[in-house]
């Protein structure tokens, strides 16, 4: 049986979708873009202060789900430009301890509302 996770202090679904899924032993967090919880707008700045607040969302998740980022068994992490690449790998490390999580990183064409970083994760209770 599922049950899904809502958290008033990540950002409101933006479609037909929960912030995440319990699914028993695993957690699946949707994508989660630089959107600011009380607006519902992209925080601005530039792609650390974007990755920053993508990973806020997620923590603030995995908190309601009782877990913590050393939980997170995968990220998957689509950005708008792979040049961008070892900034975000520096700002999302600042979350992270070893041993890090599986990861996949693809550069996309567009994402939600202009974001330029979208992350989703695979939870292992």
């Not at 049950?3 to 008033?8: E, L, P, S, V, Y």
């Not at 923590?59 to 877990?67: K, P, Q, S, Y």
């Not at 900034?87 to 990861?103: D, G, M, V």
Request: cysteine-free.
């Amino acid at each position: 049986m599922t049950k899904a996770i809502h958290t008033d202090n990540a950002p409101q679904a933006i479609g037909p979708y929960s912030q995440a899924i319990d699914a028993g032993d695993f957690v699946y967090i949707s994508g989660q873009i630089p959107l600011d919880p009380e607006s519902m707008q992209i925080v601005e700045g530039d792609i650390v202060a974007q990755t920053n607040q993508v990973m806020a969302n997620l923590e603030a998740i995995l908190t309601e789900a009782g877990l913590t980022f050393g939980h997170v068994v995968k990220f998957t992490i689509y950005i708008a430009n792979m040049d961008d690449f070892a900034t975000i790998n520096e700002a999302y490390a600042k979350f992270l301890q070893e041993p890090y999580p599986a990861r996949a990183t693809v550069e996309v064409s567009k994402l939600p509302k202009g974001a330029q970083v979208e992350m989703d994760a695979i939870v292992k209770k």
